[in-house]
T-cell receptor
Framework: DAGITQSPRHKVTETGTPVTLRCHQT?????MYWYRQDPGHGLRLIHY???????DKGEVSDGYSVSRSKTEDFLLTLESATSSQTSVYFC????????????FGQGTRLTVV | RKEVEQDPGPFNVPEGATVAFNCTYS??????FFWYRQDCRKEPKLLMS???SGNEDGRFTAQLNRASQYISLLIRDSKLSDSATYLC????????????FGKGTKLTVNP
């Protein structure tokens, strides 16, 4: 299995609090992604990164920010969590070559109460 | 039109059946295509890549039709262990290298 870990795996937080999810890889892959998965919506891209300090928005980026100060770490921050951000969050990594597969972390189940 | 659309499913088939899923994509410039499998409450994992010439891996066959902008996945002789959600993935939509996922099609293979 690819070396990609997410932390925490489960979190319950209160509305209005900041939350940071971490994705760590040991594969030295250039691309890192954050997705959320909700029933009826499938996997939706929040933000992605194509290098250190290089990030771009996905289709559901409002309310989220990211940072990538090192190749191996990609952080997702919910500045002020809302109940609509209750979801399962997946991190993924891939090589620069678009023809190679993406590997996923095991997911973080976030509940905002 | 959504970037990537899949058959909504769910598909319920008996063991041994042949089942096919389709996925359409909106951008003709898309470059790479994949099928992923996701088991319940697990992360998605690559099932197979989809090449222009079509490709086969055991009971699984993937096809790409660039003219009509769709990809397909055929599963022959379905097994109980094939029960999962199958996700279509497209890379290169709109010149971006980001991965775009379809919503997935749930397959249940029944004894």
């Amino acid at each position: 299995d690819a070396g990609i870990t997410q932390s925490p795996r489960h979190k319950v937080t209160e509305t209005g609090t900041p939350v940071t999810l971490r994705c760590h890889q040991t594969e030295n892959h250039r691309y890192m992604y954050w997705y959320r998965q909700d029933p009826g919506h499938g996997l939706r891209l929040i933000h992605y990164s194509y290098g250190v300090k290089d990030t771009d928005k996905g289709e559901v980026s409002d309310g989220y920010s990211v940072s990538r100060s090192k190749t191996e770490d990609f952080l997702l921050t919910l500045e002020s969590a809302t109940s609509s951000q209750t979801s399962v969050y997946f991190c993924a990594i891939s090589e620069a070559n678009m023809r190679t597969e993406a590997f996923f972390g095991q997911g973080t189940r976030l509940t905002v109460v | 039109r959504k970037e990537v659309e899949q058959d909504p499913g769910p598909f319920n088939v008996p063991e041994g059946a042949t089942v096919a899923f389709n996925c359409t994509y909106s951008n003709s410039a898309s470059q790479s295509f994949f099928w992923y499998r996701q088991d319940c409450r697990k992360e998605p994992k690559l099932l197979m890549s989809v090449y222009s010439s079509g490709n086969e891996d055991g009971r699984f066959t993937a096809q790409l039709n660039r003219a009509s902008q769709y990809i397909s996945l055929l599963i022959r002789d379905s097994k109980l262990s094939d029960s999962a959600t199958y996700l279509c993935v497209v890379i290169g939509q709109g010149g971006s290298e980001k991965l775009v996922f379809g919503k997935g099609t749930k397959l249940t293979v029944n004894p």
